[in-house]
């Protein structure tokens, strides 16, 4: 029994598993898309991504690292019927998988189903690829789950019911100001008679 033991199994030994795991990496970091199954791509998809993340930090330790896990298979291309060492998967992976993805947090790669079903056992496959350069981030992601969703509505609404009786106090406040003057202005004023001071009577006397 597994005992919530994690990883697919695949039907191989753990040897055999890790094997076929470092030559699917090395297949796509070379060729930057591969055809396998589903199972061996979801399998493969975030180990693929851990020695991305190392590469992008790209010191020596970390390329000791990902030769550990990796392993470092030489890039070999056939011209005219003669082999040409092209560089390393690792060298590859450092020099221009680890710059290309620099601004991207993680999701480096795609799984893409396709409608054909492997001979044999009916497997579903589906296309395991690295993204381009020019590949837009994702948007940000919507609540996953209706409470969040809710929560969310609740916030807003608390919000706006929060701000109204602020803001009707503010609008009552600038009427107010702006009325005064007014009123004072339309008043009449009473017009107070000049006192003349008293002149002495010398005459009288």
């Given amino acids: 029994m597994r005992h919530r033991v994690a990883g697919r199994r695949l039907g191989r030994t753990s040897e055999h598993r890790v094997a076929l795991r470092r030559n699917l990496a090395q297949s796509l970091i070379e060729h930057e898309t591969i055809s396998t199954t589903i199972e061996k791509a979801k399998e493969i998809k975030p180990f693929v991504e851990k020695l991305i993340t190392l590469a992008k930090k790209g010191k020596l330790e970390h390329r000791r690292r990902a030769i550990s896990l990796l392993g470092n298979r030489a890039i070999v291309d056939y011209e005219d019927g003669q082999s040409k060492k092209q560089g390393t998967v690792v060298g590859k992976l450092f020099s221009e998988l ?108």
């Fill in 98 to 205: 680890g710059p290309r993805y620099l601004e991207r947090p993680g999701g480096y790669t795609r799984i893409i189903r396709l409608s054909l079903r492997r001979l044999g056992d009916n497997g579903e496959l589906v296309l395991l690829q690295l993204l381009g350069e020019d590949e837009p981030l994702k948007k940000e992601r919507k609540p996953s789950t209706k409470r969040k969703a809710a929560k969310k509505r609740k916030a807003s609404t608390k919000a706006k019911e929060q701000a109204e009786p602020v803001a009707e106090a503010e609008e009552e406040a600038v009427v107010e100001v702006a009325t005064e003057p007014t009123d004072a202005a339309e008043e009449p004023r009473e017009e107070t008679p000049a006192t003349e001071p008293e002149a002495k009577d010398e005459n009288k006397e």
